[in-house]
């Protein structure tokens, strides 16, 4: 199976814009899960969808959002953009519907904001 | 904020030898994860240890895991060269949401 693939790989904005990335997990996985790391603050959960629907979400300001589409491929979001919004975005499948259990990630698309 | 904290920040060792580091975290888990990240990639699954064991093994990796202590670790034995890289633990909080520590970096020295 192919693995979980985001586009754009490398991306640069300039403050107020706005972005959008884009995630394709493993076939047959139906979660979701976004991520964003920068060196300050590390490993951050943003939000996570299921067939669809948001069922979790981290603590960021809602210039983040995000989705899911029926073939369980998700975008990310990102408003006005500024400059602590770069960083490292990461997309992770998983198979399960209840509890996370191994979540597959992608290379990441790295953001830079100028 | 980060509930699993890693320790050391920082580990450097000699081809060969073992590696630990240790986790700790702060609430209730249904099951911890170790994660491995190289320079600016995606992260590898490691190992998932539920709540209920105390100790998996994965090839050259054990994780232990102590519910009382709010803590696990992850032994690396035999270290390679391409075990150099960023672990990080992570838990979940609720049933959808993974929490991941700051992370220890790894380097294996030749």
């Known amino acids: 199976k192919a693995g979980v693939t985001q586009t754009p790989r490398y991306l640069i904005k300039t403050r107020g814009q706005q972005v959008t990335l884009s995630c394709s997990p493993i076939?047959?996985?139906?979660?979701v899960s976004w991520y964003q790391q920068t060196p300050g603050q590390g490993l951050q959960f943003l939000f996570e969808?299921?067939?669809?629907?948001?069922?979790n979400k981290g603590n960021f300001p809602g210039r983040f959002s995000g989705r899911q589409f029926s073939n369980s491929r998700s975008e990310m979001n990102v408003s006005t953009l500024e400059l602590g919004d770069s960083a490292l975005y990461l997309c992770?499948?998983?198979?399960?519907?209840?509890?996370?259990?191994?979540?597959?990630f992608g290379p990441g698309t790295r953001l830079t904001v100028l | 904020s980060q509930q699993g904290e890693e320790d050391p920040q920082a580990l450097s060792i000699q081809e060969g030898e073992n590696a630990t580091m240790n986790c700790s975290y702060k609430?209730?888990?249904?099951?911890l994860q170790w994660y491995r990240q190289n320079s600016g990639r995606g992260l590898v699954h490691l190992i998932l240890?539920?709540?209920?064991?105390r100790e998996k093994h994965s090839g050259r990796l054990r994780v232990t895991l102590d519910t009382s202590k709010k803590s696990s670790s992850l032994l690396i034995t035999a270290s390679r060269a391409a075990d150099t890289a960023s672990y990080f633990c992570?838990?979940?909080?609720?049933?959808?949401?993974?929490?991941f520590g700051q992370g220890t970096r790894l380097t294996i020295n030749p």
């Open positions: 609430t209730s888990i249904n099951n």
């Open positions: 240890i539920r709540s209920n064991e």
């Open positions: 969808y299921f067939s669809e629907t948001q069922r």
């Open positions: 992770a499948s998983s198979y399960t519907s209840e509890a996370l259990g191994e979540q597959f």
């Open positions: 992570a838990s979940i909080q609720g049933a959808q949401k993974l929490v």
């Open positions: 076939s047959g996985h139906r979660s």
